[in-house]
């Protein structure tokens, strides 16, 4: 659902950076106020997690593809600001390092991906009771939610006025959700019984084997991803809604390889241990100042 460069009017991508710089700022000032933040080594796994499993592309029906999301993972397990602050630190790495999203369009990208997927799950998590359940249709919602917000931007920006467009954005979405809130009710699962197990044994450095398990696998399994167009692109190639354009920057390991290594699948792979490494160094430095910053303050 990364919307690449040209794809927005400069209206649109106005407005939606403007939203997005609001609803992060936001979230950082409530993030400072929080008495209980998620350690550094909780922040920096659900970041790792989240950018891996990005990156595993599955068939969806006949011609598309769906990736995971994570907004609601990360809102479940972070709560929103860290959430947010999460998602909003993915999307960015991919946008600078991979190319994955236009740089114009960071703002449309963060205020989909981060900031809409997390406050829905949130409110719709608080209306259901049922832990597992509510957990898998707030996960869903969250993606539906996206893939309108998207949809709706796309309309905007087309000339004429492409509404087809919206409701083929949600029905090829709402199948990914489907998957999202399997993996989101499993792994929220799995990381409840992980930390109580470790808590339990009193190990605690036990507590991110399953994370650093699904990072290990997902960066190895990431050059098998599905080459079909995920639902955006279906989508934009069947209303014609792409513009050409010279892109604003060449990212370094664009589509996530790396021109230092001729074999595709060692530079898939080392592009995105590169991209887990600055991300995780990148969270640890971002709660560091969150942390340090609170200390200062009481």
Request: net charge neutral; hydrophobic share 55%; aromatic share 8%.
């Amino acid at each position: 659902m990364h919307i690449p460069g040209h794809m927005l009017t400069e209206q649109v991508e106005m407005v939606a950076s403007l939203v997005a710089l609001t609803g992060v700022g936001a979230a950082v000032s409530s993030a400072l106020k929080e008495e209980k933040k998620p350690p550094r080594l909780d922040f920096a796994r659900i970041v790792a997690v989240v950018f891996v499993l990005q990156m595993l592309n599955f068939p969806v029906q006949e011609g598309t593809s769906g990736h995971f999301l994570g907004g609601a993972l990360a809102a479940a397990t972070l709560g929103t600001n860290f959430g947010i602050l999460a998602m909003s630190l993915v999307i960015t790495v991919q946008t600078l390092l991979f190319g994955d999203g236009g740089i114009t369009a960071l703002g449309a990208n963060i205020c989909n991906m981060a900031l809409i997927p997390v406050w829905t799950y949130a409110i719709v998590r608080a209306y259901l009771p049922s832990r597992d359940v509510g957990t898998a249709i707030a996960a869903w919602v969250s993606v539906v939610a996206a893939a309108f917000a998207c949809g709706t931007e796309l309309v905007i920006s087309s000339w004429p006025l492409q509404w087809a467009a919206l409701s083929a954005m949600v029905a090829v979405h709402s199948l990914t959700g489907v998957v999202e809130a399997g993996i989101t009710m499993g792994m929220v699962k799995m990381f409840t019984w992980e930390g109580a197990a470790a808590e339990a044994a009193g190990r605690m450095k036990n507590r991110w084997t399953v994370s650093l398990f699904l990072v290990i696998v997902g960066i190895l399994l990431a050059p098998f991803a599905s080459p079909l167009p995920d639902g955006l692109e279906w989508v934009a190639e069947r209303y014609r809604l792409f513009h050409a354009g010279m892109p604003a920057f060449v990212a370094p390991l664009h589509d996530y390889k790396t021109t230092l290594i001729a074999h595709e699948y060692l530079s898939s792979v080392t592009a995105a241990c590169v991209g887990v490494v600055i991300l995780a160094a990148l969270s640890c430095a971002l709660m560091t100042g969150l942390h340090s910053r609170r200390g200062r303050q009481g």
